[in-house]
């Protein structure tokens, strides 16, 4: 997926968030236990305004978070419209501070920006008690491409002490992830995980489409979401990291 591509779906999603979130604000996140649609919808802009700040400046705004008033729509509005005019209006390959140290491009927040927006589209849609709409195939593949590669494989060598016990307990057991155009092998360590894309055996895998395996792996939707063969406890190990991993 290129730039144009991110922000298109950037668009759709931030829309579709927006339109659902008036009329739940008051109701609760049931994928974001302990908050309200009203709390989703200040996280969504403090992540929108964090980011626009982080490219302004170089660095990573502090302090922080700012105050956005108490209204949270104004301050979504007000945190996307910025967030927008920064991406539209720098190069995709400029250099940008991110917590990604192989990547520091604008590009990269486009791409982050685009898959933070559709999972809490997802979590506005269902705080409003509506059925997800779909996840769009090429965005659904390269989330599951980003939170395998980008959050939980990064996480394990970078900082693996967020990973805790369940990091110290994975034997080097494999699960592959398998979509209907591509395939990830995930070996759970030892020590570290590594992801490699293509077709391989595996002790577990688990399949399903793009939008329910990328709804699987940031747990907005359960195990009857998706097709599980093989050893469950292994693919129990990979939910209980990809949980220490994301939020």
Known sequence: MDESRFLECLEADYQRLRAVAPGALGEPVPTCPGWTMADLA?????????KTETMRRGEWPQPWPPDLGDDPLAALDRAYRELTWELNTRKPDEPALTWYTPVQTVGWWARRMAQETVIH????ELAAGLEPTPIAADLGADG????LVCFLAYAS?????????HLDSCDGSTVRIDTPEASWLVQLGPGVVTVERGQADAEAVV???EDAV???LWRRVGNSGVELDGNRGVIGKLHQLLGDTTQ
């Open 144 to 147: 599951i491409d980003e939170v």
């Open 157 to 165: 060598s970078e900082y693996p002490e967020d990973l805790g016990d």
């Open 207 to 209: 399949r399903g489409s």
């Open 42 to 50: 200040r996280h969504v802009a403090e992540v929108y305004l964090h």
């Open 214 to 216: 990328l709804r699987w």
């Open 121 to 124: 589209r997802v979590d506005a």
